[in-house]
């Protein structure tokens, strides 16, 4: 795929866009704007909510959509929902179960409330901080709640319980549910619909551009769904090797300007 056909880079925002203390730096502000002199349109995806990247609208000047929770929801930049995804009830009440048992904590997200069990759990305040936005502490979910889950999530420090119950979730839940980490300690489980491979398709569809003509950048496992669907994909260079394996381009980490450095040698030349 050459640069000139790429007309859309689809870009992860953790671990990928700002560095590890959420930074967003002036190089890969100064990329962004390169690709918009250069008519090519630059959207976000995340497993973020909306609410969470929309920090990040004005410096980057966005005017593609933002696709929040992995594609649970996309909004246009003025955060007016173009279209969203929801768990099935039964899914999220067996979702919540499933994570509890395996030993992770549960927090739930609608289109427009954080939802969690205990403020003081970990990475609370450290979503918070990266959020912009406080959660809302609940005793349990409701069956209310639970009807308009956009995505849950499983959280915990030990990270080879969130791999364990990404396997477990993915077996069980089968198709579902899409149930990938997002970050070691974050099992994202969301809408079949919503994940990251299904992002670039509606973009393109969005756009009116052809899948081949997006070009994606990320870091995870969850992204690997989107490296498949689109012409280019570059892995940052803190991501795994089972990742950049996946993926046509490597860049250097996100503590180095990897974004700015993807932008200029694979998209812009």
Same mark, same amino acid.
């Given at each position: 795929?050459?640069?000139?056909?790429?007309?859309?880079?689809?870009?992860?925002?953790?671990?990928?866009? @700002?560095?590890?203390?959420?930074?967003?730096?002036?190089?890969?502000?100064?990329?962004?704007?390169?690709?918009?002199?250069?008519?090519?349109?630059?959207?976000?995806?995340?497993?973020?909510?909306? !609410?969470?990247?929309?920090?990040?609208?004005?410096?980057?000047?966005?005017?593609?959509?933002?696709?929040?929770?992995?594609?649970?929801?996309?909004?246009?930049?003025?955060?007016?929902?173009?279209?969203?995804?929801?768990?099935?009830?039964?899914?999220?009440?067996e979702t919540i179960r499933l994570i509890l048992d395996q030993g992770l904590d549960a927090w739930l997200y609608t289109e427009k409330d954080w939802l969690i069990r205990d403020?003081?759990?970990?990475?609370?305040?450290?979503?918070?901080?990266?959020?912009?936005?406080?959660?809302?502490?609940?005793?349990?979910?409701?069956?209310?709640?639970?009807?308009?889950? @956009?995505k849950i999530v499983g959280v915990s420090d030990d990270l080879d319980k969130v791999a364990a119950c990404e396997k477990s979730a993915q077996?069980?839940?089968?198709? !579902?549910?899409?149930?990938?980490?997002?970050?070691?300690?974050?099992?994202?489980?969301?809408?079949?619909?919503?994940?990251?491979?299904?992002?670039?398709?509606?973009?393109?569809?969005? !756009?009116?551009?052809?899948? /081949? /003509?997006?070009?994606?950048?990320?870091?995870?496992?969850?992204? @690997?769904?989107?490296?498949?669907?689109?012409?280019?994909?570059?892995?940052?260079?803190?991501?795994?090797?089972?990742?950049?394996?996946?993926?046509?381009?490597?860049?250097?980490?996100?503590?180095?300007?990897?974004?700015?450095?993807?932008? !200029?040698?694979?998209?812009?030349?």
């Amino acid at each position: 795929m050459s640069a000139k056909q790429i007309k859309l880079l689809l870009a992860d925002v953790d671990g990928t866009l @700002v560095t590890q203390d959420k930074v967003l730096t002036e190089q890969a502000i100064a990329a962004s704007r390169d690709l918009h002199a250069a008519g090519v349109t630059l959207a976000l995806t995340s497993g973020r909510p909306p !609410r969470g990247m929309s920090m990040l609208i004005e410096p980057l000047k966005l005017e593609g959509a933002i696709a929040g929770f992995n594609g649970g929801v996309f909004v246009h930049p003025d955060m007016s929902v173009i279209e969203s995804h929801k768990l099935d009830a039964k899914t999220a009440k067996e979702t919540i179960r499933l994570i509890l048992d395996q030993g992770l904590d549960a927090w739930l997200y609608t289109e427009k409330d954080w939802l969690i069990r205990d403020a003081k759990a970990p990475h609370v305040a450290r979503e918070t901080w990266t959020v912009k936005f406080d959660a809302k502490v609940v005793k349990e979910f409701s069956d209310e709640q639970l009807a308009d889950a @956009v995505k849950i999530v499983g959280v915990s420090d030990d990270l080879d319980k969130v791999a364990a119950c990404e396997k477990s979730a993915q077996q069980k839940l089968g198709d !579902r549910a899409s149930a990938a980490r997002s970050q070691p300690y974050y099992l994202d489980v969301t809408n079949p619909q919503a994940n990251k491979g299904g992002v670039v398709l509606t973009l393109a569809k969005l !756009r009116n551009i052809k899948p /081949e /003509e997006i070009a994606t950048i990320g870091d995870m496992p969850n992204d @690997v769904l989107m490296f498949k669907k689109s012409g280019m994909s570059i892995a940052m260079g803190n991501s795994s090797d089972e990742v950049k394996s996946q993926a046509t381009e490597v860049t250097d980490s996100n503590q180095n300007e990897g974004f700015a450095k993807a932008v !200029r040698k694979f998209i812009l030349k």
